[in-house]
């Protein structure tokens, strides 16, 4: 079972609705991250938040709005989206110090449809 | 440029079949991790490597880290239906400046398909 969780699993979406995802973790990890992975390919990097503060915007649209409320949870705001946005997207969490390995630890991903 | 250049794409073996998956590069790596994803599944963690020419075991799964820190290798024994997913490596590049955590180089990633 994976420790940092996402909701909803699966969403659809109008082109005008307003929704978020949700991800939560309790191992501690000071690092999150969002990952927007399309069919067979590897995961893109979109953001990066460390101690609570967004230290990496990967240049993503406006219409994606990330936030980090405190330690454990991270949320995506989505808003006007295309269907190209269409994607699994991976909430990741990993610890942060100097000596830090890379390892991350993702949830189940949220399948997002854009109709 | 693709920094990390991991093949093949795709494979589709038998069961019971040997195989092994590339992860390459010019660039050096502090470390390297190999994830396997199943369908509408997050990737999971299943190896860390760091010290160059470094060797590890997960079962019938060998992992190995090249001397020189610039490619690893993953090879499965005696493959199993379970064993198919999307395999993929990542990195950190040694030396890359900025923040100690964050980005990871990840390869294209190995279609992995063991038929029964």
């Known amino acids: 079972d994976t420790e940092v969780t996402q909701t909803p699993k699966h969403l659809v979406m109008g082109m005008t609705n307003k929704k978020s995802l949700k991800c939560e973790q309790h191992m501690g990890h000071r690092a999150m991250y969002w990952y927007k992975q399309k069919a067979k390919k590897p995961p893109e990097l979109m953001f990066v938040y460390s101690y609570e503060k967004l230290s990496i915007n990967e240049s993503v649209p406006s219409r994606f709005s990330p936030e980090c409320p405190n330690s454990s949870l991270l949320n995506l705001h989505l808003h006007a989206l295309q269907p190209e946005d269409s994607a699994l997207y991976l909430c990741?969490?990993?610890?942060?110090?100097?000596?830090?390995?890379?390892?991350?630890?993702f949830g189940e991903g949220s399948r997002l449809t854009v109709l | 440029t693709q920094l990390l250049e991991q093949s093949p794409q795709f494979l589709s073996i038998q069961e019971g079949e040997n195989l092994t998956v590339y992860c390459n590069s010019s660039s050096v790596f502090s470390s390297l991790q190999w994830y396997r994803q199943e369908p509408g599944e997050g990737p999971v963690l299943l190896v860390t490597v760091v010290t160059g020419g470094e060797v590890k075991k997960l079962k019938r799964l060998t992992f190995q880290f090249g001397d020189a820190r610039k490619d690893s290798s993953l090879h499965i024994t005696a493959a199993q239906p379970g064993d198919t997913g999307l395999y993929l490596c990542a990195g950190k590049i040694a030396n890359a400046g900025g923040t100690s955590y964050g980005k990871l180089t990840f390869g294209q990633g190995t279609i992995l398909t063991v038929h029964p």
């Open positions: 990741a969490s990993s610890q942060v110090r100097v000596v830090h390995t890379g390892e991350l630890f």
